[in-house]
């Protein structure tokens, strides 16, 4: 028999074997959750979640440990049962399922040695679940708060700097997605919203990386509404906008926008002069 040959046997040999372990677990899996006998799910659920140690084996302990929670839930097994129950939704990449049991942990079980790590793992479901800037940032801002929470809660804690540089960088998010609004006003000619949002962006992000190009579309909006305002409003909206640009080129005088805006202040200067 060729190496070819005897190669093929073995990886059919090898693929039957693992096939009848894979029944046979299943087997025992389905036996032990329909049995009565307690201590076997509990044994069953922790070999699933310790010794196997994959995710989808995590994912299987979950409806043991459920068994076992709703049995005894306010002892030992139940305790670590509840909060296993949650990780293992967690590693498997439920966030919603996760986030809900590990936030109810400390609530159950208030003097668990596990309610730090089951709050701090709340917190990450959330964040998680925070989509990319472009997208709505509910989510965002609640595991902002829950990581803020979690800091609050566990000042003494481990974790806390962990904790501080993924709220810095969910609030980068958020700041991105204000700059971003900006931007698609003011590219989109709505003269008024661009004005109004990075006039809100300013006050929000005072130290932002972004501060200079949108203080830049501030004086540029200002500008393309002054001009395009009803008579009435024409006076004030000039004079706003060179103040505007004054307070610009004292903040950035060095700015590559500077002498961009300067013509456009020449304009509103000559304008002024009519009233």
């Known amino acids: 028999m060729n190496s070819t040959l005897k190669m093929k046997k073995f990886t059919y040999i090898f693929a039957g074997l693992t096939a009848i372990i894979l029944a046979s677990s299943c087997s025992d899996y389905n036996r032990v959750l329909k049995s009565d006998d307690y201590g076997d799910k509990f044994d069953m659920a922790n070999y699933l979640y310790d010794s196997v140690a994959t995710s989808s084996s995590k994912v299987r302990s979950i409806a043991l440990y459920e068994q076992i929670y709703q049995r005894t839930p306010k002892q030992g097994e139940g305790e670590l049962a509840y909060f296993r129950i949650g990780k293992a939704y967690y590693e498997g990449g439920d966030y919603y399922m996760a986030g809900y049991y590990l936030s109810q942990f400390p609530q159950r079980f208030p003097f668990s040695p596990k309610a730090e790590e089951s709050t701090f793992l709340s917190a990450m479901c959330s964040v998680n679940n925070s989509p990319d800037w472009s997208l709505d940032q509910l989510e965002t801002e609640v595991a902002i708060n829950n990581l803020q929470q979690f800091v609050n809660r566990y000042p003494n804690s481990t974790l806390i700097d962990s904790c501080n540089n993924i709220i810095d960088g969910l609030r980068f998010k958020l700041e991105t997605k204000a700059f971003e609004s900006v931007r698609l006003y003011s590219k989109t000619e709505r003269f008024m919203a ?42 004030a ?39």
């Open 194 to 235: 661009a004005e109004s949002s990075a006039m809100t962006f300013m006050e929000d992000y005072p130290m932002s990386e972004f501060k200079e190009e949108v203080h830049y579309l501030l004086v540029l909006n200002s500008y393309y509404l002054a001009k395009n305002s009803i008579e009435k409003k024409k006076k």
């Open 237 to 275: 909206r000039i004079e706003q906008t060179i103040e505007r640009y004054s307070t610009f080129v004292a903040a950035f005088p060095d700015s590559k926008y500077v002498r961009t805006l300067a013509s456009y202040d020449d304009v509103m200067r000559k304008d002024l002069k009519e009233y």
